[in-house]
Structures are given as structure tokens and as C-alpha cells.
């Protein structure tokens, strides 16, 4: 890992933390790493907000229809990533 990726993956876990205080911890780790290893993938999710907010959605309703749309692959990743633990 080189020095930008650290910085990378400790911002990206800081913004996690700060956005998910409510979750347990076990869920914010898998989550970071999830993004951390899936940078593309989530930008498009991003971006997808993005445009659904310029509709005029809410942020919270725009990220909700988003993940429904996205809910297959978001699983195919979870279900790797909690494999990769056992």
C-alpha cells in the first residue's frame, strides 16, 4: 500500500465513521472495506444520487432508491467480502 491509498482508506474510514455513528462497528468496518475495494462501483453510486437530488429527491430518498437499484450487486459485494472473513 502506498502512502495516497493510506491516506485514501483513512479518509474514506472517517467519513464512514462520521456518517454511520449509529451502526455497530463490525457493520462500519465491512462497509469501509467494501469501498475501499469497490472505489468505481461507489462513485457511480454517487453519482447517481447526485443526479436523482438535481431531480429535486431529497438526499435520503435519492440514496434510498439508489441502493433498492443497486441492491443486487451491493449483496454480490457483501456476500464476498463475508466470505473472505470466515
Known sequence: MNFFSGLKNKAISAMVRS???GLPKEQQDMIIA???ENPEFF???QEQIEVKKKQGQNEQ???M???RENQAEIQKLMMAWQSKQK
Open 61 to 63: 430518498m435519492a440514496m
Open 65 to 67: 432508491q439508489v441502493m
Open 34 to 36: 467494501l469501498v475501499s
Open 19 to 21: 456518517k454511520m455513528k
Open 43 to 45: 462513485k457511480k453510486i
